[in-house]
């Protein structure tokens, strides 16, 4: 009889290769054992399309084997799941979870990124899911928050063995448990660092070391990617054996894994999208999917790996259709900010961000003309920075758009030891200064960060002079990634003369990220000005006023590759001395994220409703949005002032044009009658005002 052939893309198996086959088939313990047959027999789903159902593998075929490689007696260890959304991986995993306590049962961890998203995992997935499904309600012991025997929010006890939730954010929880499973979920959104402790995830492993020896122990460990470079799933990925879920063309039979690149539709909606076969190059319409990803298979891309390591997305998922992927490529497309959701959501992909500084002299090429000290039309809030130096206090007020476009609307520089009142005295009236926005409405700035790295107890004295108002934060710039915009505060004390004098918050701010986030902005800038004449939702508006030294402060850093704490990790490094401008502009994002991140889409409304309409059609009142500072900020009523050159239609710069005239006030030249080498010592800011 004749071998049947291999096709495309397909190496012929050995016959030793064959002979191992069978024989693990001849020893693979009963369906009933297995994971995938448990979920099918008992698990109750909870939300979604099919809620109330039992869990089904017909429509997410894939994940059979992922989860039998967890059974009793299966070889692998640690199993990686590197994924989209919308792929039905957190009930596969609490069905895992489930079949330990029913059919395994030991100590268990269930690791979330954070201690509240564990809370918030146990209300929405996985005690609904406990209290659907007949099985597991028996097993797990009810909750009793008064019973030690019984069940809590972050404890599930059952028979032989229990299940504890911990945040990955806490040292506590991980440094207290001794462990045989662990599910460690979103794995990418882990601190690199927790407390200066070490990394989390080299805690979770610790907690498994008594397995070692018996070699039972099992760790599932999933996450969306994040960041190119920084992304604990995509390493973990990477070292091991690489799975891919390849299907067949209907058309032609060869079997290969479906990737985006291969995807065809139209420039427009409707995109009528359709995936492009690899080796017959026909067309195959999305009503194919179904049967191509039944009909799939696991395929290893790195058999050497040291474990089974898988990759699933949105183009395999039942739950997404072609077309919806085509539809968010042409949002990305029109909306390039939105390219990281895109790849880390949708394609299960790392993203890269602009890490190499931006060209000088090509950001001199975007610069727009928009009036200084004014809201933009467009611009919903605005925050300013301070950075504190040995003979001067620079800042920078920066407004903010709801696509977290960064518009530069004012900054410069007070001169003065800061040591002395005068300075300070000087950003008292700067702080007090409204801005005006289209229609002559006055707004205060929302927020104002200072840096309080140097001269700390000089600027505590500052932001508590302020503190009835809540505008003014002191901000303590800390290194490293995947740490929050701005943290939880610490308190300080305020001391006059080695006394205290009262207290102050000192607010972390995660830079490494923030930098991350200014470069990406940058990078919208030199992608140019679209035929309408504007720059890209997200980019960094860069007024005309400024020059090269100042954008040259702005990308003053790099990222270079350097071992932290045994990682092979980007770190920020700077390029050239001075980067104050960076730092002002990071400062200014972090207050941003502070005030906007929590925002619900009716505060967005009314936020769009008094910002973007004349002040008589503004309704309702603003200060329940970031109190205090912004209630009593209602619009003046003044007679509307006419709109400056530019104004309603920024920007006003064609994407060819040639870089403005240098203002006033530029490097080596004389601003109000004062000549200096240099802007740093005559200059009083960087629109040319003396």
Same mark, same amino acid.
């Given at each position: 009889?004749?071998?049947?052939?291999?096709?495309?893309?397909?190496?012929?198996?050995?016959?030793?290769?064959? #002979?191992?086959?069978?024989?693990?088939?001849?020893?693979?313990? *009963?369906?009933?054992?297995?994971?995938?047959?448990?979920?099918?027999?008992?698990?109750?789903?909870?939300?979604?399309?099919?809620?109330?159902?039992?869990?089904?593998?017909?429509?997410?075929?894939?994940?059979?084997?992922?989860?039998?490689?967890?059974?009793?007696?299966?070889?692998?260890?640690?199993?990686?799941?590197?994924?989209?959304?919308?792929?039905?991986?957190?009930?596969?995993?609490?069905?895992?979870?489930?079949?330990?306590?029913?059919?395994?049962?030991?100590?268990?961890?269930?690791?979330?990124?954070?201690?509240?998203?564990?809370?918030?995992?146990?209300?929405?997935?996985?005690?609904?899911?406990?209290?659907?499904?007949?099985?597991?309600?028996?097993?797990?012991?009810?909750?009793?928050?008064?019973?030690?025997?019984?069940?809590?929010?972050?404890?599930?006890?059952?028979?032989?063995?229990?299940?504890?939730?911990?945040?990955?954010?806490?040292?506590?929880?991980?440094?207290?448990?001794? #462990?045989?499973?662990?599910?460690?979920?979103?794995?990418?959104?882990?601190?690199?660092?927790?407390?200066?402790?070490?990394?989390?995830?080299?805690?979770?492993?610790?907690?498994?070391?008594?397995?070692?020896?018996?070699?039972?122990?099992?760790?599932?460990?999933?996450?969306?990617?994040?960041?190119?470079?920084?992304?604990?799933?995509?390493?973990?990925?990477?070292?091991?054996?690489?799975?891919?879920?390849?299907?067949?063309?209907?058309?032609?039979?060869?079997?290969?894994?479906?990737?985006?690149?291969?995807?065809?539709?139209?420039?427009?909606?409707?995109?009528?999208?359709?995936?492009?076969?690899?080796?017959?190059?026909?067309?195959?319409?999305?009503?194919?999917?179904?049967?191509?990803?039944?009909?799939?298979?696991?395929?290893?891309?790195?058999?050497?790996?040291?474990?089974?390591?898988?990759?699933?997305?949105?183009?395999?998922?039942?739950?997404?259709?072609?077309?919806?992927?085509?539809?968010?490529?042409?949002?990305?497309?029109?909306?390039?900010?939105?390219?990281?959701?895109?790849?880390?959501?949708?394609?299960?992909?790392?993203?890269?961000?602009?890490?190499?500084?931006?060209?000088?002299?090509?950001?001199?090429?975007?610069?727009?003309?928009?009036?200084?000290?004014?809201?933009?039309?467009?611009?919903?809030?605005?925050?300013?920075?301070?950075?504190?130096?040995?003979?001067?206090?620079?800042?920078?007020?920066?407004?903010?758009?709801?696509?977290?476009?960064?518009?530069?609307?004012?900054?410069?520089?007070?001169?003065?030891?800061?040591?002395?009142?005068?300075?300070?005295?000087?950003?008292?009236?700067?702080?007090?200064?409204?801005?005006?926005?289209?229609?002559?409405?006055?707004?205060?700035?929302?927020?104002?960060?200072?840096?309080?790295?140097?001269?700390?107890?000089?600027?505590?004295?500052?932001?508590?002079?302020?503190?009835?108002?809540?505008?003014?934060?002191?901000?303590?710039?800390?290194?490293?990634?995947?740490?929050?915009?701005?943290?939880?505060?610490?308190?300080?004390?305020?001391?006059?003369?080695?006394?205290?004098?009262?207290?102050?918050?000192?607010?972390?701010?995660?830079?490494?990220?923030?930098?991350?986030?200014?470069?990406?902005?940058?990078?919208?800038?030199?992608?140019?000005?679209?035929?309408?004449?504007?720059?890209?939702?997200?980019?960094?508006?860069?007024?005309?006023?400024?020059?090269?030294?100042?954008?040259?402060?702005?990308?003053?850093?790099?990222?270079?590759?350097?071992?932290?704490?045994?990682?092979?990790?980007?770190?920020?490094?700077?390029?050239?001395?001075?980067?104050?401008?960076?730092?002002?502009?990071?400062?200014?994002?972090?207050?941003?994220?502070?005030?906007?991140?929590?925002?619900?889409?009716?505060?967005?409304?009314?936020?769009?409703?008094?910002?973007?309409?004349?002040?008589?059609?503004?309704?309702?009142?603003?200060?329940?949005?970031?109190?205090?500072?912004?209630?009593?900020?209602? *619009?003046?009523?003044?007679?509307?002032?006419?709109?400056?050159?530019?104004?309603?239609?920024?920007?006003?710069?064609?994407?060819?044009?040639?870089?403005?005239?240098?203002?006033?006030?530029?490097?080596?030249?004389?601003?109000?009658?004062?000549?200096?080498?240099?802007?740093?010592?005559?200059?009083?800011?960087?629109?040319?005002?003396?």
């Amino acid at each position: 009889m004749e071998a049947t052939r291999p096709t495309v893309g397909e190496t012929p198996r050995p016959t030793l290769a064959i #002979v191992a086959s069978a024989l693990a088939a001849s020893i693979r313990p *009963p369906a009933d054992d297995l994971p995938s047959a448990w979920i099918a027999d008992n698990l109750i789903l909870v939300d979604g399309p099919r809620a109330g159902e039992r869990w089904s593998a017909e429509q997410t075929p894939f994940w059979i084997e992922v989860v039998d490689q967890l059974a009793p007696d299966s070889p692998a260890n640690r199993v990686v799941v590197r994924k989209s959304a919308q792929v039905g991986f957190s009930i596969v995993a609490i069905g895992w979870l489930g079949f330990l306590a029913d059919r395994s049962p030991g100590r268990t961890m269930l690791v979330q990124p954070t201690v509240d998203l564990a809370k918030t995992f146990n209300r929405s997935k996985l005690q609904p899911s406990i209290n659907a499904s007949p099985v597991l309600r028996r097993k797990v012991a009810p909750l009793k928050s008064r019973d030690a025997a019984g069940s809590s929010m972050f404890t599930k006890v059952f028979p032989g063995g229990s299940l504890v939730l911990v945040g990955a954010n806490s040292s506590v929880g991980l440094r207290s448990q001794t #462990v045989k499973f662990v599910f460690a979920d979103e794995v990418d959104d882990y601190p690199l660092d927790l407390d200066g402790q070490g990394d989390p995830m080299g805690m979770i492993e610790a907690r498994q070391m008594a397995f070692r020896a018996a070699g039972d122990w099992k760790r599932l460990e999933g996450s969306t990617p994040t960041e190119a470079d920084l992304s604990r799933i995509d390493q973990a990925y990477e070292a091991g054996d690489q799975r891919v879920w390849e299907v067949p063309c209907p058309f032609c039979g060869v079997y290969q894994d479906l990737v985006f690149e291969q995807l065809r539709y139209n420039p427009a909606p409707p995109v009528a999208a359709h995936y492009e076969c690899t080796a017959c190059r026909e067309l195959i319409a999305h009503h194919h999917k179904r049967a191509m990803v039944a009909a799939g298979r696991w395929c290893a891309r790195n058999p050497a790996g040291g474990y089974p390591s898988y990759h699933v997305d949105t183009l395999i998922s039942a739950l997404v259709t072609w077309d919806d992927v085509a539809g968010m490529a042409l949002e990305v497309e029109a909306d390039p900010a939105k390219g990281k959701t895109f790849d880390n959501l949708w394609l299960g992909r790392s993203h890269k961000s602009a890490g190499d500084a931006p060209d000088a002299e090509k950001l001199l090429l975007y610069r727009e003309a928009y009036p200084v000290g004014r809201l933009v039309p467009g611009l919903l809030y605005s925050v300013g920075s301070v950075d504190v130096q040995g003979n001067r206090l620079e800042w920078a007020i920066y407004g903010f758009d709801r696509r977290f476009g960064q518009w530069l609307l004012d900054g410069g520089v007070i001169l003065g030891d800061p040591t002395t009142p005068e300075p300070w005295r000087e950003l008292d009236d700067l702080i007090a200064r409204p801005l005006r926005d289209a229609w002559g409405g006055l707004w205060p700035v929302e927020a104002w960060g200072i840096d309080a790295g140097y001269l700390s107890s000089h600027v505590y004295r500052f932001v508590g002079r302020h503190a009835a108002s809540g505008r003014v934060f002191a901000l303590d710039g800390r290194e490293g990634w995947k740490m929050p915009a701005l943290g939880l505060p610490s308190v300080k004390d305020i001391t006059f003369e080695g006394r205290r004098v009262g207290a102050v918050k000192l607010w972390p701010v995660g830079t490494w990220d923030l930098k991350s986030e200014v470069y990406g902005a940058l990078a919208l800038t030199l992608a140019g000005f679209a035929d309408d004449g504007r720059l890209a939702p997200g980019a960094f508006h860069l007024h005309e006023a400024i020059d090269k030294e100042w954008i040259e402060q702005a990308t003053a850093e790099r990222l270079v590759y350097r071992v932290v704490r045994g990682h092979h990790l980007p770190v920020w490094a700077k390029t050239q001395k001075r980067n104050e401008q960076l730092d002002l502009a990071v400062y200014a994002r972090a207050l941003a994220h502070h005030l906007s991140d929590s925002l619900t889409g009716a505060d967005w409304l009314a936020l769009e409703a008094a910002r973007l309409k004349r002040p008589e059609d503004v309704q309702g009142d603003l200060g329940a949005l970031w109190a205090p500072g912004l209630a009593d900020a209602a *619009p003046a009523a003044p007679e509307a002032a006419k709109a400056a050159p530019g104004e309603p239609g920024s920007p006003t710069r064609p994407a060819n044009a040639s870089p403005p005239a240098a203002a006033p006030g530029a490097a080596g030249g004389e601003v109000g009658g004062r000549k200096g080498a240099g802007w740093i010592a005559p200059r009083k800011d960087w629109f040319g005002r003396a």
